[in-house]
């Protein structure tokens, strides 16, 4: 069974913090995606890889970066958490070719 | 420019049919519809590609009509497991290799009994 796993479904920081959320997947897939949820505006996505060490901007990317050191894993960093960051992250990937995304579970960040 | 998705919500008795629509101001090689339940990670539908194709998934088919610029969702004889909120997603043509979708606010679907 392919499989997205993000390493914490419910967490809470405060503010200023420095916040790292992993995302990890078994598909060997190239493309890597964060998305930020929010009610009423959907998935807005912040950060993309398309390989190893790849990495380009999303449409919402202030206040956050990423990094990708290995294929499998897909890291998003909250340089300094602040409460407008409070929201429900999802990790996807998917193969190269425009095809299938699958998700990861969530995370639910609270930043107080 | 996110896609934008109508109706925002629905409300539906089993059986009952709907429609979703998702409309881009921007020309489009292919739209993606998902379907999250509550709590869920949101699960892949299908896929529509230029050319107007028409595709299935149970009884939930799609259509694209890429001069419109726009997708419709097409739910029949509606289950309780439809329940969710829908989302389209877009892709423009010279993204298709990294797969950068653009995601639409959302529909909310809810079917009672």
């Known amino acids: 069974d392919v499989k997205v796993t993000q390493s914490s479904r419910y967490l809470v920081k405060r503010t200023g913090e420095k916040v790292f959320l992993e995302c990890v997947q078994d598909m060997d897939h190239e493309n890597m995606f964060w998305y930020r949820q929010d009610p009423g505006l959907g998935l807005r996505l912040i950060y993309f890889?398309?390989?190893?060490?790849?990495?380009e901007k999303g449409d919402i990317p202030e206040g956050y970066s990423v990094s990708r050191e290995k294929k499998e894993r897909f890291s998003l960093i909250l340089e300094s958490a602040s409460t407008n960051q409070t929201s429900m992250y999802l990790c996807a990937s998917s193969p190269p070719g425009g095809r299938e995304a699958f998700f990861g579970q969530g995370t639910r960040l609270t930043v107080v | 420019q996110q896609p934008v998705q109508s109706p925002q919500a629905v409300i539906l008795r089993e059986g009952e049919d709907a429609v979703i629509n998702c409309s881009s101001s921007?020309?489009?090689?292919?739209v993606h519809w998902y379907r999250q339940k509550h709590g869920e990670a949101p699960v892949f539908l299908m896929i529509?590609?230029?050319?107007?194709e028409q595709k299935g998934h149970e009884k939930i088919s799609a259509s694209f009509n890429e001069k419109k610029q726009q997708s419709s969702l097409y739910l029949t004889a509606s289950q309780l497991s439809y329940s969710g909120t829908y989302f389209c997603?877009?892709?423009?043509?010279?993204?298709?290799?990294?797969?950068?979708?653009?995601f639409g606010q959302g529909t909310i679907l809810t079917v009672h009994p």
């Open positions: 529509l590609l230029k050319g107007g």
């Open positions: 921007k020309a489009l090689y292919s």
């Open positions: 997603g877009t892709l423009a043509p010279g993204g298709t290799s990294y797969g950068k979708l653009t």
């Open positions: 890889s398309y390989d190893v060490k790849m990495k």
